[in-house]
């Protein structure tokens, strides 16, 4: 019996499923999940000591690698000067010049502890500035679980066939529309309505929880468009995508700009951090300058701010993004390529160094596409890569990330396993 299967027997005792976040459950893939025991630059190593090539990476935080050394050498440092205050520090300060350098929409910007509580803030601070009640969400996109947010949710909630989430109470899911992602009509036809009763438009620029799906020509500019004219504050929930995407974000590498932004993963560089900010005139309407409650006990965690920063700073120079999207653009040509040596059908999606795999014909632009590719094929891919030691997102609905650590090497024993998982599949 292996010792990730003893450690998730142990884990069930008393943690629901075994985990603390559904998505690490292989439920949609079915098996036990792997527990993981280390890491180091672009590999995981399980508790039985198997080593994976990693294109989860926390789920998108580890983009300079597992454990690198000057992050941990920024954490160690502050570490030793005490763990948390509950009062103001400098680095907090450095934190909040940094992101607002780097994202130039976001004029003041505050710090939370996850990209669940970034959403959520930017949400209750949208309707107290508009004195709006209705917020605009696409179907498939995940913004944590927020309750007005569980609502055709995609990511964990999708996996699970649990879009809308019992416990949320229909008077305020009543609250939330949700429309086709990619499908700008749908959104004018809604604004002419009831333009006058929404607060914001929140989307992924670029969605990453129902696989990763880029934005149409058009789409985030017609958003854009859209709030202006009625008033609404358009929110981009850049968690994934910030970062990401690229230096300045999906926002950045497409010309778009929200009003409000939220961050997490990459800014924390692996440890628990969200933030959310953008026009200095709607942020200031946050407490204490202004009346939308808005605290965290953590809020700014020294360390965490440490880890962040040092990670911003390394993903801040010249090359680094240009490295990475090529290396994500050749794990791609690869797969395609060798899904089609053995005749399976197979595309992919990128947006900077953010990826999509599905096992479809045709290209994949919208959620019913992304829920209509063959999930039996995606299963045994998501296994076979697992055997070959390449940790793919237990799920047909996540994106996939790489690293800066990801090179030729862990590329091409990425490729020589899919090929191998691909003739399987074809049978
Ligand atoms: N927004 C997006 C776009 C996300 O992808 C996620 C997490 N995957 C969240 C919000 C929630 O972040 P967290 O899990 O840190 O609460």
């Avoid at 998730?8 to 629901?16: G, K, S, T, V």
């Avoid at 605290?295 to 965690?301: K, P």
Wanted: glycine share 12%.
């Amino acid at each position: 019996m292996s010792r990730s299967h003893e450690l998730f027997e142990a884990a069930q005792r008393h943690i629901p499923g075994g985990v603390n976040s559904p998505v690490r459950a292989f439920r949609g893939v079915g098996g036990d999940p792997v527990f993981f025991e280390r890491a180091e630059g672009a590999y995981a190593y399980d508790a039985d000591g198997k080593r994976y090539v990693d294109y989860v990476g926390s789920w998108g935080p580890m983009i300079l690698g597992h454990a690198h050394p000057e992050v941990l050498g920024a954490v160690e440092e502050r570490m030793r000067k005490g763990l948390s205050f509950g009062a103001p520090t400098e680095v907090e300060t450095q934190m909040a010049d940094t992101v607002c350098e780097l994202v130039p929409s976001m004029e003041m910007v505050r710090m939370v502890s996850s990209g669940t509580e970034a959403t959520m803030s930017a949400l209750r601070l949208a309707r107290g500035y508009t004195g709006r009640d209705k917020v605009v969400k696409f179907e498939g996109c995940y913004h944590g679980h927020v309750d007005s947010l569980l609502v055709k949710a995609g990511s964990g909630a999708l996996t699970f066939g649990e879009p809308n989430s019992p416990g949320v109470p229909a008077a305020l899911a009543e609250l939330t529309i949700t429309l086709p992602y990619n499908d700008i009509e749908a959104v004018r036809e809604t604004f002419a309505e009831i333009g006058s009763e929404i607060a914001c438009i929140i989307v992924e620029p670029v969605a990453g929880n129902m696989n990763c799906i880029p934005p149409l020509p058009g789409f985030l500019e017609g958003l854009r468009e859209v709030c202006t004219e009625h008033g609404a504050v358009l929110i981009f929930d850049e968690v994934m995508s910030g970062f990401r995407v690229s230096l300045g974000g999906a926002q950045g590498h497409f010309g778009v700009t929200p009003d409000l932004t939220t961050l997490g993963k990459v800014i924390g560089g692996g440890m628990p951090v969200g933030a959310f900010g953008g026009k200095r005139e709607i942020m200031e309407h946050v407490s204490p300058v202004g009346p939308v409650y808005q605290a965290g006990t953590l809020s700014g965690n020294p360390i965490a701010m440490a880890a962040g920063l040092k990670t911003l700073e390394l993903i801040s120079e010249p090359g680094f993004y240009d490295r990475l999207t090529a290396t994500t653009s050749e794990l791609l040509a690869g797969l395609r390529e060798r899904a089609a040596a053995a005749g399976v059908p197979f595309t992919t999606n990128q947006a900077g160094a953010m990826f999509g795999l599905f096992f479809s014909a045709e290209p994949v632009t919208g959620f019913d596409q992304a829920t209509a590719c063959n999930q039996d094929h995606f299963k045994a891919f998501f296994h076979g890569m697992l055997e070959r030691g390449v940790y793919l997102a237990p799920s047909s609905f996540e994106a996939g990330f790489v690293s800066i650590k990801h090179g030729e090497a862990e590329i091409q024993a990425t490729l020589d396993a899919a090929a191998e998982v691909f003739a399987e599949i074809a049978g």
